[in-house]
């Protein structure tokens, strides 16, 4: 994700397709991603802080494979970095890596939350 990257924080139509068109299962996943969200993250800061790699390859893993079904193509991409860095013993560049996600998570966010009524 680039400042000027014209794509959108999530795909609309690409939602819709993982939900099957079906609103109210599409409003249902926003909420669990952003109720879900802070805690992968929460995890993914106590991880890099502590050194943990094991820790920090799972929680983002998990945090991609949301992100992946909401569509979240910047959290998926900057996740998908951060659990490279960690299967790489990488962690010294992890903080970069925290950096962009929360960018990512901080662009989708209101997007996802404009999916409500």
Known sequence: MT???PRPPFDLEAFDR???GDRELGLEV???????CPVHM???RAAVQGGDAAGLRATAHALRG???FVTAVFVVEAAAH????????????AAAGVERLDAAV???TPALRQLEP
Do not use: P, Y
Not at 30 to 36: G, H, K, T
Not at 82 to 93: D, K, V, Y
């Open 3 to 5: 400042i000027d990257d």
């Open 18 to 20: 993982q939900t099957g």
């Open 30 to 36: 926003a909420r669990m991603f952003l109720e879900d």
């Open 42 to 44: 929460e995890a993914i």
């Open 66 to 68: 949301a992100a992946a």
């Open 82 to 93: 951060l659990e490279a860095l960690a299967r790489e013993g990488r962690l010294n560049e």
């Open 106 to 108: 901080a662009q989708v």
